[in-house]
């Protein structure tokens, strides 16, 4: 019986787990090719001024339509694309798309901040502040129009190494921001010594919202914020009461679908004419 037991284990694991794998470097190699085909996209979804209710910025988010018409998220993909260290191109990409972007928003008359989610592998990249440098230079954006979102888990990768890398980029003139805030496990130490400029507050605390613990979290974060003179933007509103609430919490800024799914380059032009504040 034991042997038996053992051996339907063996049969049952194993096939199951080299499925996966097979999956994930399918998936990869899709990646791969759609990449180099040109066939990825990158969406813009706005930031909104609480006080004011202007759009002050956008969020590059890549896009990876499939042959009908669907998108891959990038919560399968981008964890793949980091493991296989495609993100490094894929990012350097989504950077100069942003870049571009936020000229031709700029041609139109919109000076917004661009706002472009940084990887692991990026970082460990000895090329990356080179390469950021460059590209921001090539399309002649003004650094400060540019935004790095970095996680805690960048941080915590090697916080020696990414408190210098972030320094050197933010002496370029580049905002920081501390993405999906409270959903990692960086110590609070490493706050003080980042040289960030904001802080987004996950969604995560802002869904439960009218919610005495989500409530509190947030409250929590904006007064962080306020004591270490860090902006402060909430992610995921989808209500008006979340943005009432958000207001008089003292947040400065906000990105949802309330005001905005992620759209693309055309749609967004579309979005910032018709937009009334
Ligand atoms: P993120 O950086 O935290 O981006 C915000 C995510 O929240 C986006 O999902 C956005 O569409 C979604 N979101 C915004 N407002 C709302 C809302 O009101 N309700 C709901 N339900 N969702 C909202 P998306 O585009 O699926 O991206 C997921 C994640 O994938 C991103 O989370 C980021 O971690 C990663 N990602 C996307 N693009 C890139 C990229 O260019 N580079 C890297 N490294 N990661 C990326
Ligand atoms: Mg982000
Ligand atoms: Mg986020
Ligand atoms: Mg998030």
Partial sequence: LAKSQSQFNYEFYLPEMEEKMTWRLGIIRQLRQDF???????????????ATKKVIGCEALLRWPTDDGQFISPVVFVPLAEYSGLIVDI???????ACQQQKELEALGYKIRMAVNVSVP???????????????????VEPGFIELE??????????????????????????????DFGTGFSSLSYLQKLPLDRIKIDRAFIKDIPNEDAEAI?????????????????????????????????CEEAQGFMYSKPLPSRELVQFLQNYLH
């Fill in 122 to 140: 990026q970082f460990r990249n000895i090329d990356f502040v080179k390469q950021v440098k460059q590209t921001i230079a090539e399309h002649k």
């Fill in 36 to 50: 180099s085909e040109g066939k990825l996209q990158v969406w813009y979804q706005p930031q909104i001024d609480l």
């Fill in 150 to 179: 970095v996680t805690e888990s960048i941080v915590m990768d090697d916080p020696t190494a990414v408190i210098a890398v972030l320094t050197e980029l933010k002496s370029l003139g580049i905002e920081i921001a501390i993405d």
């Fill in 218 to 250: 947030a409250e929590l974060i904006i007064a962080l914020g306020k004591k270490m003179k860090l902006h402060t933007i909430a992610e995921g509103i989808e209500t008006q009461a979340q943005a009432d609430y958000l207001i008089k919490a003292g």
């Fill in 91 to 97: 990012g350097q990409w989504v950077l100069a798309q």
